[in-house]
């Protein structure tokens, strides 16, 4: 399964690439994590990565994966920050990091999993 993970706030470059560091420093999380980009507009030669892309099964790499976004969602941070997470079947769940409950819980129902 894939995962869709896209940033929305007051810098959702910056937040993006924080959050790609951020997963890529899961050991378990590695070489699964890859940056997507809908591609360049007209007239451009190339565009930033607008969202990652998790390659996670109904196991263990889910179970990282919401763990650590719970813990990136938690730091200290200057802007908001929200995360919205898309499943293969379309479900979205969108996290704001200033009410940050049981993020866990949340992604495994959201993306139709549930331990």
């Known amino acids: 399964m894939s995962v869709r993970l896209s940033v929305e706030g007051d810098d959702p470059v910056d937040g993006l690439e924080e959050l790609s560091d951020w997963l890529g420093r899961e050991s378990e999380l590695q070489g699964l994590i890859t940056p997507v980009s809908a591609g ?3 007239g451009e030669l190339g565009a930033l990565a607008d969202a990652l892309v998790a390659a996670v099964g109904s196991g263990g790499a889910l179970s990282v994966l ?17 995360i919205v997470l898309s ?3 379309g479900r979205r769940v969108e996290v704001d990091a200033k009410r940050v409950g049981d993020v866990e819980a ?5 993306l139709g999993w549930v331990e």
């Open 106 to 110: 949340l992604i495994h129902e959201a």
């Open 40 to 42: 360049p507009a007209p």
């Open 66 to 82: 919401a763990a650590s976004l719970k813990a990136f969602l938690v730091l200290p941070r200057r802007s908001d920050l929200r």
């Open 87 to 89: 499943g293969p079947d």
